[in-house]
Every structure is written in C-alpha cells, then in structure tokens.
C-alpha cells in the first residue's frame, strides 16, 4: 500500500522560510530536523543545498524556484486581518482578495522563496456569505459548485 505523507517545498533559507510559515501565517511546527522543517497541516520545508545534494548533480537535476507550478492552500476565517497582517510584513502579492468565478474569496503571493501560496476563505464561509447577499439555495449551487446537501446545510436549511 502506498500512503501519500505531505508536499515539500525547497527553500534557500530555511530559518527565513520559517520565521515566514510561524510568524507570517500562524503555523504550527511538529518536527525540526534542521535541514527538513515539518509544519503541523502535514507540508515540509527543506533547505535547498541539502535537498539537491540528495537528487545529485544539479546541471542534470536543478532545483527551481519560483516555477509557478504550484502552490500551498490555506483557509481562514480571518480573510482580511491575515491580509493586514502579510501586507505590514512586507508579503508579495500575486493579488489581494478577490472573489473567484465560483464565489469564493482568497488572496495569492509568494512566500520568501517564490512558492506560491493561497490563502481562501473555506467553500462553507463562502456559501455562508453569498446566502447572506440574497442568493437562493439553488443559486449558491450553480455558482459554487457545490452539492445541494452542503450548500443546504451550510445555510441552515434542509434535513
């Protein structure tokens, strides 16, 4: 049986990027094993000297930063205040909060590295809000996504 354990991402400075992750967005670490960072939520940061002397020969296996590939997904009840939080320490954004095509709301940047982060409001926060604007339980549906039963139960309505 193959168990997926975390995603990690390569960091060129593993106290910065932690100073980040803790002081930054409120994370939580479970493990430090110098090198190998591990945060509570289950995704690593690893320093990246260490990390391409574990894949070899980095003409042949470069370690890339700031790819745009990918990015770390977080959720929080507190939309704005984190934002004012990221802003006072400097954060790059890729955008501010917007609301997505699904209704939605999040905001985007990098973290010191380049890795992409973002940061949403959760699918049940979102349907909560855009039921407070007047939308109708099927209307939140078509826009979200989203099963009738979660909508409904989000909202309060229903079995």
């Not at 990221?86 to 609301?99: D, M, N, R, T, W």
């Not at 992409?116 to 099927?138: F, P, T, W, Y």
Request: hydrophobic share 40%.
């Amino acid at each position: 049986m193959l168990k997926f354990v975390c995603p990690l991402i390569v960091v060129e400075d593993i106290a910065a990027s932690r100073r980040f992750y803790e002081g930054c967005l409120s994370q939580n670490v479970l493990f430090d094993f110098g090198e190998d960072v591990q945060f509570e939520g289950d995704f690593s940061i690893h320093q990246k000297d260490h990390f391409q002397g574990l894949l070899g020969d980095a003409r042949r296996f470069p370690v890339t930063l700031k790819s745009h590939s990918t990015e770390l997904y977080f959720e929080t009840d507190e939309l704005e205040a984190v934002q004012a939080r990221l802003e006072q320490q400097g954060a790059a954004f890729i955008h501010p909060v917007i609301e997505q095509p699904w209704g939605q709301r999040c905001m985007r940047l990098y973290d010191p590295d380049g890795h992409v982060l973002e940061i949403g409001e959760s699918m049940e926060a979102a349907v909560i809000r855009l039921h407070e604007q007047g939308l109708s339980i099927e209307e939140i549906t078509q826009r979200t996504g989203m099963p009738r039963e979660f909508v409904e139960g989000a909202c309060g309505e229903g079995g």
